[in-house]
């Protein structure tokens, strides 16, 4: 996901889609102990993303907060 993308997101879907890739990364993690993956790649991409989306929505809030 690139950042421009998740910059279009409101909020309530960037937790949402937070939600979404947590639980993505919680089970490609526990896939990955049981049998290695095809592409343990994945599991950095999707740590990644988790990031990226963290990010953009604390910029958000404290954006909010500085207004208020």
């Known amino acids: 996901m690139k950042n421009s993308e998740i910059k279009e997101?409101?909020?309530?879907?960037?937790?949402?889609?937070?939600?979404?890739?947590?639980?993505?990364?919680?089970?490609?993690k526990l896939n990955h102990a049981v049998s290695p993956l095809d592409?343990?790649?994945k599991i950095r991409d999707a740590r990644k993303n988790v990031a990226r989306l963290n990010t953009e929505l604390v910029n958000r809030l404290s954006k909010e907060n500085i207004k208020s």
């Open 39 to 41: 592409n343990p790649i």
């Open 9 to 28: 997101l409101s909020t309530k879907e960037l937790k949402e889609r937070i939600d979404t890739e947590s639980e993505l990364l919680t089970r490609l």
